[in-house]
């Protein structure tokens, strides 16, 4: 019998005073976060195209623990747009330019597990059938989107405590935080990353 699938299971437990789970997880607010990633694997999507998925785990602040999932795919030509959220993805888990321009460089799922990366999150909304979105952006890109997060929050809440206080008659528009979208071309074309340079190109210990 496959003992992964095994149906005549038993187990002892103390279930006495625990509340039980209401099946609904934490929800994680849109924003910037630290996170390290436990899982690195290959699929196919639904139209059959190569990917390559990451599991996140949040490792910091009042969401620590909580789990995020992002694709990327894998590139079809030296030429391919998705090369961008590559370069994104390798300087989001610490790699830096003389790593990432050493030519071509293999992928593989060694050079991710374990490492901590930056997260850009985008909470969806289920009943207007739009997607959560997760992308690695490069720490730069997390500095500039957390401070800018920060400082409306900041406003926000300096604004909240002057119509409390009577100063003001209305609360300014809540600014946004970075924009522009995940893919977008960076300065520079980025080298082709597919190859057989492994580790020693891209397995310097992380800082």
């Avoid at 639904?46 to 910091?60: A, H, N, Q, V, W």
């Avoid at 009943?127 to 926000?156: C, H, L, M």
């Avoid at 935080?177 to 580790?199: I, Y």
Wanted: charge should be neutral.
């Amino acid at each position: 019998m496959d003992i992964a699938k095994n149906p005549n299971f038993t187990f002892p437990v103390n279930l006495t005073g625990v509340q039980a789970a209401s099946g609904a997880g934490r929800e994680l607010p849109s924003g910037f976060y630290e996170a390290k990633t436990i899982e690195c694997y290959h699929r196919k999507s639904s139209t059959g195209r190569d990917m390559i998925e990451f599991k996140s785990e949040i490792i910091s602040g009042p969401f620590s623990g909580i789990v995020r999932t992002f694709r990327v795919n894998v590139p079809t030509s030296a030429e391919d747009g998705v090369r961008h959220y590559w370069r994104a993805t390798l300087e989001s888990h610490g790699y830096g330019a003389a790593q990432i321009d050493a030519g071509q460089i293999t992928i593989t799922a060694e050079l991710f597990i374990g490492r901590n990366c930056f997260l850009k999150y985008v909470a969806g909304d289920k009943a207007a059938g739009v997607w959560d979105e997760t992308n690695a952006i490069s720490p730069n890109d997390w500095q500039k989107g957390k401070a800018a997060d920060v400082a409306a929050q900041t406003a926000i809440q300096g604004a909240t405590q002057a119509v409390q206080g009577g100063t003001m008659s209305a609360m300014p528009a809540q600014t946004t935080g970075m924009g522009g979208g995940l893919g977008s071309p960076q300065n520079g074309t980025p080298a082709p990353v597919s190859g057989n340079a492994l580790l020693q190109s891209l397995g310097a210990p992380q800082g």
